[in-house]
Antibody, heavy 125, light 107 residues
């Protein structure tokens, strides 16, 4: 059974930093690209970032470029999102998501077939 | 950037009714890279449909979908109590984007 467990959320002041983690199990982690998707309170889903299975290629939504960094440690089956220069509008629940198709090398064109339960990030002074 | 627009915003229906949800893309969705998700309050989204019309594993056949290019539809026949939720369409591939969601609520 695929399991994704996010952690690291919490309250932070504008301009601060947080590092989110997503512990994965139940599948060959290094074979799958992974993404972060966020959801502001009462709002819809918004894609944040993606990283290939090998971890050598990534991409970001425009709002995340230059502030957020996605990474992974395949020896620990863990995905990360380093968030710097946080803004009030970054307040959201952050989900990690697994792609439907294995893709160690390229960013796949595939839906997300497994999601974690999310971790809430609140940015406020 | 391809914008995904869902309609209606809310559908008020009764159990046993059929629901028709629409998703429109501002540009053609290549290779029908279109998915539908269901999300219940306090839960993560669940993949229902991918490749515009293919049901994901374990999804009951009362969920069906169709469409191509810029216009896509999710149909839920014979609504069950557990189907009342928010539904999102997603264009996947380069810089994936979601629609704003359609809430299917109990009338």
């Amino acid at each position: 059974e695929v399991k994704l467990l996010e952690s690291g959320g919490g309250w932070e002041k504008p301009g601060g930093s947080l590092r989110l983690s997503c512990a994965a199990s139940g599948f060959t982690f290094s074979s799958y690209a992974m993404s972060w998707v966020r959801q502001a309170p009462g709002k819809g889903l918004e894609w944040v970032s993606v990283i290939t299975g090998r971890g050598d290629t990534s991409d970001y939504a425009d709002f995340a470029k230059g502030r957020f960094t996605i990474s992974r440690d395949n020896s620990k089956n863990t995905l990360y999102l380093q968030m710097n220069s946080l803004r009030a509008e970054d307040t959201a629940t952050y989900f990690c998501a697994k792609f439907y198709s294995p893709s160690p090398v390229i960013i796949p064109a595939a839906p997300f077939d497994s999601w974690g339960q999310g971790t809430l990030v609140t940015v406020s002074s | 950037e391809t914008v995904m627009t869902q309609s209606p915003g809310t559908l008020s229906l009764s159990a046993g009714d059929s629901a028709t949800l629409s998703c429109r893309a501002s540009q053609s969705v290549s290779s029908n890279f279109l998915a539908w998700y269901q999300q219940k309050p306090g839960q993560a989204p669940r993949l229902l449909i991918y490749a515009a019309s293919r049901r994901a594993t374990g999804i009951p056949d009362r969920f069906s979908a169709s469409g191509s290019g810029t216009d896509f539809t999710l149909t839920i026949s014979r609504l069950e109590p557990e189907d009342f939720a928010v539904y999102y369409c997603q264009r996947y591939g380069n810089s994936p984007g979601f629609g704003q969601g359609t809430k299917v609520e109990i009338k």
